[in-house]
Each structure stands twice: as C-alpha cells, then as structure tokens.
C-alpha cells in the first residue's frame, strides 16, 4: 500500500487475524512463464530469504518514457499508467523467467473513490494504492488533486511500489509472511510487516533506477521523491524507506531487495 502524498506503503494485511482469512485465497498460481519448466513456489525461510529473485540479473529493459497527460483528464492518466504496466510486466516477467518462477501480470483496477476491494473497503483517505492479494489485484486511486498536475511523478512510484507486493506474492514472500502472521507475536507481525514494505519500496526503487534515464527527468524529481518520505509502525522509519528505495535504485535488480536478511537497524 502506498499513502497518499507520502512514499511509504504497507500489505492489505498487517494483523494475524485478517491474515488467515487472506492465505486462503493465495492458492491459485499463475500461468508459467514461457520456455522452461517453473520451479515450485519458495516456501519457508528460503522463501524469505533465498528466494531465486534474489539471484536474477538487473531489470533488462531500460526505455519507459512516460506518455504524456492531461491535466483532470482521467482517460490520458489511464493511458499514461498502462503504459507504464506494459514496462513493469515486461521487466518482471523477465526476472521471473530468470528466476525460474511461474508468472503473468497482475490485474489492476483504476479508483476514484472507496471501493470494495476484496481485501476490505478502500482506504482513500489513506492510501495511493494497495495490492490485494485475495484477487491478485492492485488498486490504484486516482485522486482529484493529483490529476491536475500531469508531471507528477508519484503515481509512477506508487504503481512501481504495488507492483512490488505483486512480485512479491508470486515469488512466495507473500504467501510465508501470511502463513508466520498466524503464529508470530505482535511485535514480530509489525517487523515482517516493515520488512515486506521496505522490500516493495527496494523493488520500487529498482525498476525505477533501471529506466530512469528514458524518462527525461531531473533529479530533483528523485530528490522530492526522498524528502516526501516519512514513517509508520508498519513502513519503517523515514531513514529506512529512504535506504531501501535507494538501494535498489542504484542496485538495479531484486537482487539488492533481500530485506529478510538485512540488520535491524536498515529495517527499523
Ligand atoms: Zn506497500
């Protein structure tokens, strides 16, 4: 999830008790990636922490130039967005493919009010996007103020952010935090919570450094980006979101996202 105005995000689900209604819903898989057998989805620790993402290359496809938007227009923030699914899937079904791991895209739907989600009613005072695993959908909003500036740049990272939760679902990360939600403390819930959301923040900053260049902006747009940044109980500390989504700027590939392993101190 992403709130809005802020850089941070957090998983529909954060409570034990939501998260056994939820892991029900993760049985379905997708379709194969084309050309070689897939592996089983990670379970466990390895999971976690030696999933095969973390050993596929940087993101391959480094041109996503944003098509341009009118301001309150919706239509062309539509065509806008979609383009910008286009890259991500192409990307991350690379990386999958690299992975050896079953994928196709994630279904998406464009809100401009709170809706029933499948994963509870959307939170628009809330929240920019959320990806609801129970029906493998990211719901973005588009809200009325952010669709009269058509160079924003925080839509492209909230979708880049949600994606993350997507590819995290499909490579078992999901799936294990949602099974260990069922046991775990509170206190152990709210960690894993912050470590699923620096990873889709690390994941975010990834794509996003891979195609930067393509994209014709200044680096003021990145640097707003970091400032715009604060924290939560669920999301970490300022600090942390600012390390991760920098990370994986400048690391360029899933690899550099293994929030499972990393110190508590870059997952406060
Ligand atoms: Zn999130």
Redesign the pocket.
């Known amino acids: ?2 709130r809005i105005s802020l850089r941070a ?3 529909t689900v954060t409570t034990a008790a939501t998260a056994a209604a939820t892991v029900l819903s993760l049985a379905g898989t997708a379709g194969a990636s084309p050309g070689k057998a897939a592996r089983p989805m990670p379970r466990g620790q390895a999971a976690l922490t030696a999933n095969p993402l973390y050993k596929t290359g940087e993101f391959d496809f480094p041109e996503c130039s944003e098509l341009s938007r009118r301001p309150d227009d919706l239509d062309t923030y539509r065509v806008y967005l979609d383009h910008l699914l286009d890259c991500l899937n192409k990307s991350w079904t690379e990386e999958f493919r690299q992975a050896g791991l079953r994928f196709s895209p994630p279904k998406v739907r464009y809100i401009t009010k709170s809706v029933p989600t499948g994963c509870g009613k959307y939170p628009a005072g809330y929240a920019a996007g959320m990806y609801c695993p129970k029906n493998d959908t990211m719901w973005i909003l588009l809200y009325k103020s952010q669709l009269s500036d058509p160079t924003e740049f925080n839509l492209f990272t909230v979708i880049a ?2 994606y993350g ?1 997507y590819a995290q679902d499909r490579a078992g990360i999901l799936p294990e935090v949602y099974r260990r939600y069922r046991t775990v403390s509170k206190k152990r819930a709210y960690d894993l919570t912050r470590r699923v ?1 620096l990873q ?1 923040e690390c994941f975010s900053g990834a794509f996003i450094g891979s195609v930067w260049h393509s994209l014709g902006r200044e680096e003021f747009d990145f640097e707003e980006q970091l400032d715009w940044i604060t924290g939560d109980a669920a999301h970490g500390k300022a600090r942390s979101i600012r390390y991760w989504l920098k990370r994986g700027w400048y690391g360029n590939g899933p690899k550099a996202c293994d929030t499972f392993a990393a110190p508590a101190r870059t997952t406060a």
Do not use: G, P, S
């Open positions: 999830m992403i995000a957090a998983v952010h949600e939760h959301e889709a």
